[in-house]
């Protein structure tokens, strides 16, 4: 029965064959798509393309919202470990990614460019600008990137050194490299650091710092084909000696200015970050920083309003000339720039929708503003302020409050120069118009320097602020003289003392909805996500999930790695990945290290980390290993070769290396070997390479063996030998 059963599947096999009725082979899949292909119409039709994440806030709007919901409160506390990437860096990290057709873009330190599958973390290619370390030197806050635009086949970036490169987005291959900068020279330290803006067939690029003498604030557009450029705008006034101004809308700006106002330092007021375009009005949105010098009242002066420093412009994207308007903070003595990130919405106050451009800036205010006109529509307080008493409603000018004036005795003063939020994204449901903002609910100690002992703080000007937790009078004395305690200048005000908080503002009604403490007062950038989750990264080293509607925390992921980074939320092959660049720093160098960081716990180890439910646990750095002190050299030069190093070290090295545990070397520990070399690294720049440039347009050989002295003295100090037995 089993043979004849056998027989008769044979003959039907050849009656198959004979009939030509074969089994076909199954068609060959889909070719890939070309690498990097978005466009306006792609970009524009982000929200009916969920699992992608097409530029650095996901879509034209810079909500950095996802639609995606396979990750919800049922199955959050699933999440871990998918992939992970490792950049080979130790340095401060805060960059967004882009995910486009399966492939994920990412800028490191100094502007260098990673393209990584973004189901599996196999690298595809890197690229290397080569940017020279001794720009390091002239980045306020690290060496740092806020991300790339990808555009057409392309990827975009803006390196430290100021060049503006477009690269293969397929091969990493580099099409072209323009330079951005006006002029170049240590007097004009200009660097770039955020991510550049597609605006039709342009390319937009800012530049930072303006913490230094001699920047003169622009943005800058180049067209997108061959990167030759289209225009510049300035932001401020030039130096009236050199003549008319040379655009028209700085004529209006030079009255707003006080007449003796120091002309070389540049002004400041740049673009380093809150870029946005948008297509339909063809505007290209800035903020503008600080202007230079801090303050504008030093020396007897009176100040002025300063334009267009600490503002939000809008430019008509095709001429470069002004369209709008808005300044935040007139007459700007607390670095409260309005470089944030621009958020676009629709928004109905009761008078019918109104296309909008929203910021929460550095000052303590929620703005929102006409797109179209630059109208004040609104502009309410998200933390404690007391820099100002509020928002004139008719004139949209902040009330001033004597309690902030500094000049003649330190004031304590809400925010800090870091702001009530700084760079680091906030995140925009536009379904609920609620938006989620790091914010920090923190004060300084602001001192005018001009007349002290200390004197001009290189890159800081004539004013030093001090959070409350380095406020050490007797510390601080031989440098600033006597000082008023804590408790004087706390008297009426919030606790002295630096706090993070995340919070829900809901825009329509103007108020905050809830709030959460964060690890730190410097915690990362925030996702929202159409599934009512809201993640943001910590500087402790956990990626934090909470509900958006209570702010009820769902889930917390150990990462190991602190992270100042926005995650993104995308989707390949079915899977939804929460993905995030792990690496702390930036304003964080000027500061010791809390022992609350993971960079205090670990090595600083910076990594592309993605997550999917149903994942493992996220693989650990190693522990960092802090040596015992070992024995300095001998004592060098007298008290007052010491004394003076003091002065130059607070001046030149100390917004960087900080005597105590920090993301750069503390240099108290250097080895016997970088004690020989020491003044090859300080004056030849022999160390560029790893970022430590040379000082020698600024400092002296005599200068150099007094901040040697200074650092051999500070040796000895923390230099603590095993007790004889």
């Not at 199955?75 to 990614?97: D, H, I, M, Q, S």
């Not at 057709?101 to 595809?124: H, I, P, Q």
């Not at 020279?185 to 770039?192: A, D, G, L, R, V």
């Amino acid at each position: 029965m089993r043979l004849t059963t056998l027989r008769f599947v044979f003959v039907l096999a050849l009656i198959g064959v004979a009939t030509g009725c074969e089994r076909k082979a199954p068609p060959p899949p889909p070719p890939a798509p070309p690498a990097g292909q978005i466009d306006a119409a792609r970009l524009a039709g982000a929200p009916a393309e969920p699992d992608q994440w097409l530029a650095t806030g996901r879509d034209g709007n810079g909500s950095y919202h996802s639609p995606l919901k396979d990750i919800d409160a049922g199955n959050v506390t699933r999440l871990g470990f998918a992939w992970e990437y490792k950049l080979g860096t130790r340095r401060g990290l805060e960059a967004t990614p882009v995910v486009v057709d399966g492939t994920l873009y990412v800028s490191g330190n100094f502007g260098r460019v990673y393209a990584v599958d973004a189901a599996t973390g196999a690298e595809r290619w890197r690229y290397d600008p080569e940017v020279n370390g001794q720009w390091g030197r002239y980045a306020c806050c690290d060496a740092i990137n806020r991300g790339v635009a990808v555009w057409q086949g392309r990827v975009y970036v803006g390196t430290l050194d100021g060049y503006l490169h477009a690269i293969d987005a397929a091969t990493g291959k580099r099409i072209y490299k323009v330079d951005t900068l006006p002029e170049r020279s240590p007097q004009h330290p200009y660097t770039t650091s955020a991510t550049p803006v597609i605006a039709g067939d342009k390319v937009i690029v800012g530049s930072a710092g303006a913490d230094f003498a001699g920047v003169r604030g622009y943005v800058a557009a180049f067209e997108l084909a061959t990167g030759a450029l289209s225009w510049r705008f300035y932001t401020v006034p030039r130096n009236p000696k050199e003549g008319p101004q040379d655009q028209p809308h700085l004529a209006k700006a030079l009255a707003t200015w006080d007449p003796r106002h120091r002309w070389e330092a540049g002004s400041g007021a740049t673009v380093w970050d809150g870029i946005n375009y948008d297509p339909d009005l063809k505007l290209v949105y800035i903020g503008t920083g600080n202007g230079a010098p801090y303050n504008i009242k030093e020396d007897g002066r009176k100040g002025g309003d300063d334009l267009y420093a600490a503002s939000i412009v809008a430019i008509h994207a095709e001429s470069g000339e002004l369209a709008w308007y808005y300044q935040t903070t007139p007459g700007d003595r607390w670095d409260y720039d309005s470089t944030q990130k621009m958020i676009f919405a629709e928004l109905d106050f009761g008078q019918g929708a109104r296309k909008v451009v929203m910021q929460a800036a550095k000052n303590g205010f929620y703005y929102v503003l006409d797109r179209a006109t630059g109208e004040l529509l609104s502009a309410d307080p998200y933390a404690f302020i007391n820099w100002t008493k509020g928002i004139d409603k008719k004139t949209g000018r902040p009330i001033p409050n004597p309690a902030a004036e500094y000049e003649k005795d330190p004031k304590l003063i809400f925010p800090a120069t870091s702001g009530a939020h700084s760079w680091q994204p906030m995140s925009y449901d536009p379904v609920n118009h609620v938006t989620f903002i790091p914010s920090m609910e923190w004060p300084m100690i602001y001192i005018e320097t001009s007349h002290r002992r200390a004197g001009l703080v290189e890159g800081w000007f004539t004013v030093n602020a001090f959070p409350p937790e380095m406020y050490d009078r007797a510390g601080l004395k031989s440098l600033y003289g006597d000082l008023p305690s804590i408790e004087t200048l706390d008297k009426g005000l919030p606790p002295a003392k630096s706090r993070g908080y995340l919070r829900a503002f809901d825009v329509l009604n103007h108020k905050v909805l809830w709030e959460v403490p964060t690890a730190t007062s410097w915690d990362g950038g925030v996702l929202s996500t159409a599934s009512g989750l809201v993640f943001q990264g910590d500087a402790a080293g956990f990626l934090n999930v909470y509900a958006a509607a209570s702010g009820k925390q769902l889930a917390k992921v150990e990462l190991g790695t602190g992270m100042l980074a926005a995650p993104i939320s995308y989707r390949v092959g079915g899977v939804e990945y929460i993905a995030v660049l792990a690496g702390y720093g930036g304003n964080a160098v000027n500061y010791p290290l809390g022992t609350d960081t993971a960079a205090y716990r670990y090595d600083n180890e910076g990594r592309i980390i993605a997550l999917k439910v149903g994942g493992g646990a996220v693989p650990m750095p190693p522990a960092r290993k802090d040596e015992p002190f070992a024995e300095p050299p001998a004592h060098e030069g007298t008290p007052v070769t010491i004394a003076h190093g003091e002065v130059l070290y607070n001046r030149f090295c100390g917004r960087c290396h900080i005597l105590g545990p920090g993301i750069l070397p503390d240099l108290r520990r250097l080895t016997t070997a970088k004690h020989q070399i020491f003044y090859d690294i300080v004056l030849n720049g022999v160390l560029a390479p790893n970022g430590m440039g040379r000082w020698d347009d600024v400092l002296s050989r005599a200068d150099a063996e007094a901040l040697h002295a200074y650092i051999v003295d500070e040796s000895w100090k923390a230099f603590a030998p095993a007790p004889a037995h």
